[in-house]
């Protein structure tokens, strides 16, 4: 069982916008700013979309925007593109003895 | 460019060892935290080691912590991890990933290798 929680799967049409929940604790996305989402591909590495909850890195469309309130972290996704489909996982980091944990995945079919 | 590229996987017994290797290029290797992140086949991403040279911390899962160790040897820009005692759930493939901006461990995963496969089977 992962740590974080997200949906299993969320679907959107082409120039939707969806968003992806990722559920965790006091000890981590309820207290750090430090919470990433990142995009996997079939059979490819996983690429950061998100980091430090809203920050996109250079090169990253800024179709994706990510949020936060209490424990719980979001990324969304506007004007999908049939290239979104995709593995979404998130990640936080915290202050347990695991310093970071991911979210099981989102799998996101763009209809 | 910035790139990593992982080495050193294969198939090995319960209880075996096995030494994987990140080599990284493009950019300033000490001045950031770098990762080891493991996926098993059909499943999610789990952190598994982190260090950081400039701060000289080092972390581990739970799930290693004992069992597998992160050198780094800077002058070779290089990352390891020594993996020991190794059991059926370590069967994964093995991501090496730079931090996001400096050398703290609590940077995100900004740039991955394409990974390498450990198989843990008898």
């Known amino acids: 069982q992962s740590a974080l929680t997200q949906p299993a799967a969320v679907s959107g049409s082409p120039g939707q916008s969806i968003t992806i929940s990722c559920t965790g604790t006091?000890?981590?996305?309820?207290?750090?700013?430090?919470v990433s989402w990142y995009q996997q591909h079939p059979g490819k590495a996983p690429k950061l979309v998100i980091y430090?909850?809203?920050n996109r890195p250079s090169g990253v469309s800024n179709r994706f925007s990510g949020s936060k309130t209490g424990n719980t972290a979001s990324l969304t996704i506007s004007g999908l593109q049939p290239e979104d489909e995709a593995h979404y996982f998130c990640?936080?980091?915290?202050?347990?003895?695991?310093?970071?944990?991911f979210g099981g995945g989102t799998k996101l079919t763009v209809l | 460019e910035v790139q990593l590229v992982e080495s050193g996987g294969d198939v090995v017994q319960p209880g075996g060892s096995l030494r994987l290797s990140c080599a990284a290029s493009?950019?300033?290797?000490?001045?950031?935290?770098m990762h080891w992140v493991r996926q098993a086949p059909g499943k999610g991403l789990e952190w598994v080691a982190g260090?950081?040279?400039?701060?000289?911390?080092?972390a581990y899962s739970d799930s290693v912590r004992g069992r597998f160790s992160i050198p780094r040897d800077n002058a070779k820009n290089s990352l390891y991890l020594q993996l020991n005692g190794l059991r059926a759930e370590d069967t994964a493939l093995y991501y090496c990933?730079?931090?996001?901006?400096?050398?703290?461990?609590?940077?995100?995963?900004?740039?991955w290798g394409q990974g390498t496969m450990v198989t843990v089977s008898s």
């Open positions: 990933a730079k931090a996001t901006s400096s050398a703290y461990l609590s940077d995100a995963f900004h740039i």
């Open positions: 493009g950019f300033i290797f000490d001045d950031y935290a």
């Open positions: 260090i950081s040279w400039k701060r000289g911390t080092v």
């Open positions: 006091s000890s981590d996305i309820g207290v750090y700013y430090y």
């Open positions: 430090d909850v809203t």
């Open positions: 990640s936080s980091y915290t202050s347990t003895t695991t310093p970071w944990v």
